[in-house]
């Protein structure tokens, strides 16, 4: 018996050498691998980058795979033509304990009218900000600020059909973003525990409805497993907008007071709405993701979960039918085919058909990306700032500012690849639409979108690239139509250092 018990600790004794002696096994045992250096890094660079493109269509819109998730950055119009120019410097040291990036991007733009003329959003000639902002990441915290995308929630953003809260689908807000913006191991547990996390305040100056409104974002994430080949996350989100001027209400709530109960979701304010519920105009999602992870190839499942009254942890609220269901493969070792995207999504449970009947409060009916404050609802210069599958009411036929169509059940395809240097991506789309209300027949509709993008960098001509995007809409939500968009793109360096 001690001779067995001896065998046993001598065995133990060998492994553990082997283990921490291993030096690629014991770098996994860093207690906090951050593998950050204090060494003075160069190689940052300095870029300049001009385009070209031009929008033609055969119906009332530009083909809703043209349009949709460029950042609001291509018209909705029939006929358009962008050109714009700018710098940027990108954030090339992750292993440096400071790092920093900012862009400055102008695009001048001509269009043709569309059935409802939104001004002065849908003037003839129109300029703006693309990007205009500067982060700078100081050891693990990341503070960004000026006009930037928020795009926190996608898997494959190339392929994805949108996310929930911020697909960038509109213009993006002018923001100040403090946190942990990408994933850093928890300190203590050598890597197998990763998070995230931050807060942005954000500005819309659309004025679409309320004057001066204000955008409130947080998020937290966790992520398990480290160098493990399989992991599982978790994600929440939580945004609001408050503050401002409203035409009806006047004041609805500006100072320090209302951000506190914008931020824990509270009631409050001075009118009705806000303080039976809760004081501004609030969405949320939360995302469970496994991903499977191998020699250049990666496979993720993922699952978004709506939430616009209560919160309850993903699965256990009432509206458990409604979200993005999705599938994503990514690789590196094979061109031809480098990302497949598949998502179904539901949004026509809404927590169930009432909000209040026979004097009881059931708090459903949840109307996503609406609110009767914020009248002009989750949209930023009349584009949903979510998935773009909940209407943006620049379709509006009637004109209205706010959402008519929430309620939708969506199939969705997107595969990316190269071959022999020509990048392509292709999407496709099947949505039935149900209105605000499941047994409304107003509103009921169908529509295929789908889209063709090839690019192709041409260094014997200048070194410019070229891009053509042939889409189409079939069906009877915008009609059948078919689309073409023509980029031409410059980008150089201007120094390095």
Not at 193 to 202: D, P, Q, R, S
Not at 206 to 219: A, E, T
Not at 292 to 303: C, E, I, R, S
């Amino acid at each position: 018996m001690t001779y067995i018990v001896y065998m046993r600790n001598r065995t133990l004794l060998y492994i553990s050498f082997i283990f921490f002696a291993s030096p690629s096994i014991a770098q996994d045992w860093t207690w906090w691998p951050l593998g950050l250096t204090h060494d003075n890094i160069k190689g940052d660079t300095l870029y300049y980058g001009t385009e070209i493109l031009g929008v033609a269509s055969s119906g009332d819109y530009a083909p809703f795979w043209i349009q949709s998730n460029h950042n609001g950055n291509i018209s909705a119009s029939p006929y358009s033509g962008n050109i714009s120019a700018g710098i940027n410097k990108p954030a090339t040291q992750p292993k440096r304990w400071y790092d920093y990036d900012f862009a400055v991007q102008v695009t001048g733009r001509v269009q043709s009218d569309i059935p409802i003329s939104f001004a002065p959003y849908m003037k003839t000639f129109t300029g703006y900000f693309n990007q205009l902002y500067a982060h700078f990441r100081l050891y693990i915290i990341d503070v960004t600020a000026g006009i930037n995308p928020i795009t926190y929630e996608s898997i494959d953003p190339q392929l994805s059909s949108g996310s929930i809260i911020f697909s960038g689908n509109s213009q993006p807000l002018p923001r100040i973003t403090i946190g942990i913006e990408d994933y850093i191991p928890f300190p203590g547990l050598y890597g197998y525990m990763e998070l995230k996390g931050g807060i942005t305040h954000a500005w819309m100056p659309d004025n679409v409805y309320i004057q001066g409104c204000r955008l409130h974002h947080k998020f937290v994430g966790f992520r398990f497993g480290g160098k493990l080949p399989v992991n599982i996350s978790y994600e929440f989100h939580h945004a609001a907008e408050w503050g401002g001027i409203s035409p009806v209400y006047g004041d609805v709530g500006s100072d320090l007071k209302s951000f506190i109960n914008v931020f824990t979701a509270q009631a409050g304010g001075t009118m009705v709405n806000d303080q039976t519920n809760a004081q501004g105009n609030h969405v949320g999602s939360q995302q469970l993701a496994l991903t499977a992870k191998g020699d250049g190839w990666n496979v993720t499942a993922y699952w978004q979960n709506f939430f616009d009254d209560n919160f309850a942890f993903i699965g256990l609220g009432q509206n458990l039918p409604d979200g993005i269901w999705g599938v994503s493969l990514q690789q590196t070792r094979w061109p031809f085919i480098q990302g497949v995207t598949y998502e179904y999504m539901n949004t026509t449970d809404q927590s169930g058909p009432w909000h209040d009947r026979d004097g009881l409060c059931y708090g459903a009916n949840d109307s996503y990306y609406r609110n009767i404050v914020f009248r002009n609802g989750w949209n930023y210069f009349y584009r949903s700032m979510g998935t773009p599958f909940i209407t943006s009411p620049l379709y509006n036929s009637d004109g209205t500012i706010y959402t008519l169509n929430s309620r939708v059940r969506l199939h969705h395809v997107g595969i990316r690849g190269d071959i022999s240097g020509f990048k392509y991506r292709v999407l496709c789309s099947h949505v039935r639409n149900f209105g605000n209300d499941n047994t409304s027949k107003l509103l009921l509709s169908r529509n295929t979108a789908a889209l063709l993008e090839v690019s192709k960098h041409v260094q014997k001509a200048w070194g410019l690239d070229f891009g053509i995007s042939i889409a189409g809409d079939f069906g009877s939500q915008f009609g059948n139509q078919i689309g073409a968009m023509v980029t031409i793109r410059k980008q150089g360096i201007i120094t390095q250092w």
